[in-house]
């Protein structure tokens, strides 16, 4: 299985540096209608490539599933370690599968090279629909082990809905104009982050009302941070997630 996994890593990088050279060489027309289609072949290559079984079944196992979310946790680089050797083991498959699923939809949410918000809100109303199951995951690695992890730890779905909204946001993204604009979106992008680990701790175990809001106290104040720190890379981007004058 990890021999797999590798071979599909090295297949995705190939992909993904052919897109590149493809997408430089193109319009932003071009590339606007274009993007819904790559997000499609990417989800295609990854799936088939990344979670084969065997030859006389297309269903991907739930083993598989957590080991392609894993995969993606360690491919990418973040500025925190994704469920690291203090988090209990129990909880670490399902910070990989949380971590997959919000690394999916960040990646549609903030690709730089396009500018149709259309097709990117299509593509997160997609894996809206496979969240709440009124679409076939059957194949997709990332919702298998999700589901899982909601099963399994007992999860309800709105925190995730609610990163789903603060990823809607980023696509249609209006500067903030006061401090409870911004805290309404950490309310959406990293409170329920906390949340969700907060109940993953707690293991089924409802956690109570005065921890949730000790986590999300924690989680806003990490995403303010964060905020700053990547100040000059979002102002060159055109965007500041922060409001521009005292109040």
């Not at 084969?52 to 680089?77: G, K, L, P, Q």
Request: aromatic share 8%; net charge negative.
């Amino acid at each position: 299985m990890i021999k797999v996994l590798n071979r599909a890593d090295a297949n995705m990088q190939q992909f993904a540096a052919d897109r590149n050279a493809v997408m430089a060489n193109m319009s932003n027309k071009v590339r606007n209608q274009a993007f819904y289609v790559w997000f499609q072949k990417v989800k295609d290559n990854s799936e088939s490539k990344t979670c084969a079984t065997s030859a006389t079944t297309d269903m991907i196992s739930v083993d598989e599933a957590y080991a392609h979310c894993a995969n993606v946790a360690r491919r990418h680089y973040e500025n925190f370690p994704v469920a690291s050797v203090l988090v209990p083991l129990r909880m670490r498959k399902h910070l990989f599968a949380i971590y997959a699923f919000s690394r999916l939809a960040d990646d549609i949410a903030d690709e730089p090279w396009t500018t149709d918000t259309s097709a990117r809100i299509a593509a997160l109303d997609e894996l809206e629909q496979k969240l709440v199951g009124s679409s076939d995951i059957s194949e997709d690695p990332v919702f298998v082990a999700l589901h899982q992890t909601i099963k399994e730890a007992r999860l309800p779905l709105a925190p995730f809905l609610r990163l789903l909204t603060a990823f809607k946001s980023d696509v249609n993204f209006v500067t903030p104009t006061t401090w409870e604009d911004v805290l309404a979106y950490c309310s959406n992008s990293a409170d329920p982050v906390g949340e969700l680990f907060l109940r993953l701790d707690h293991n089924g175990r409802e956690p109570s009302a005065e921890a949730i809001a000790c986590s999300n106290a924690i989680c806003t104040a990490l995403q303010i941070t964060n905020f700053l720190q990547d100040l000059g890379t979002d102002l060159q981007r055109g965007r500041s997630y922060l409001p521009h004058h005292r109040q």
